[in-house]
């Protein structure tokens, strides 16, 4: 028997994925979301619930958690089926050939007439150093899940990207003391950013390197080569900002067109298979800028053509959705 059945399935339950479901709901579609996560939100829920975003339209900042409550809100009046903590593992036509059957790696079945891929960068791994390995989940680790747990700690952040700018402009007005470790004299990280942290109380040391990790049970002191200066600094926390390692796993398997390990799509967000899209930062096409913005954007256009697609002679464009806003506001969200 299939596990679940709807008009789109949509493998991934970040931004895109969701607003592909509020789009394929908005159009009357059912859909169906599978995600690895236990949670929707994708990487945004788990890595960055607290990290404001800044390059969504119409917010001039959002935390990541606050974001993804409001877009299951707004799919919430569809009434999406949620298969979380799911991966889905491989991709075949279905038996009358008219749609798709996902295989989720533990053995359940989820049918579909079309498919949106929003799974984002795929599988993330963090990367980090020898020295931190020995303290990962007693002082060390890769994303701060809640600000407040670091209020009145020493904080060392690893790295030179966003993440470490971010993390460390949000961590400033809590923790005990913030220090950013470097390893080149430049950072990666947006240069707006960048300058705040210069001008917040943070301490930044560049061309610099952790050594070493020290602590009896949890950690607490950190080593680190500046120059020809080795510097003790206390910490209870370090935030190893250091980037992932990344791969879409088995969607490498399903005959997709891929380009630099990421799904080639046309215009109106089509793959090389009918009636399977794909959207946010698992896609790729010329010109592409990779942003949440965009991501929705591409959610879509993608749901809009899956729907034209399902139901030959609908339009495009959907109606307005001042139409249907007095409906939509009547129901209730869970």
Sequence with gaps: ?????????????????????????????????????????GQIAALYPEKKIHDVAGHVAVKGRELVERLVAQAAPFEPRYLLGRTAATLTRDEDGAGWELGLEDGGRVRAGAVVIAAGLGRSVPRTLPCLRPYEGRGVAHHVPRLDEHRDRD????????????????????ARSVTVVHRRSAFRAHEHGVKQMYAADVRVLTDAQVTACHGVRQLEEVRVQAGAEELRLPAQALVGALGFVTS???????GLRLENRLIAVDRAMRTNLPR??????????????????????????????AAVELRPGSRLAPEHSTARSADLDAVPVP
């Design 1 to 41: 028997m299939h596990q679940a059945s709807a008009d789109v399935a949509v493998v991934g339950a970040g931004p895109a994925g969701l607003y592909a479901a509020y789009c394929a709901g908005f159009r009357g579609l059912s859909s169906v979301i599978v995600d690895a996560l236990p949670e929707p939100g």
């Design 276 to 305: 399977v899209y794909a959207a946010g930062d698992i896609c790729t096409y010329e010109g592409r800028v990779p942003l949440i913005s965009v991501g929705l954007g591409e959610a879509a256009t993608a749901a809009n053509h």
């Design 155 to 174: 904080v060392v952040i690893v790295g030179g990207g966003d993440s470490a700018v971010d993390w460390a402009l949000a961590l400033a007005p809590l």
């Design 248 to 254: 879409i796993g088995p969607l490498a398997d399903w």
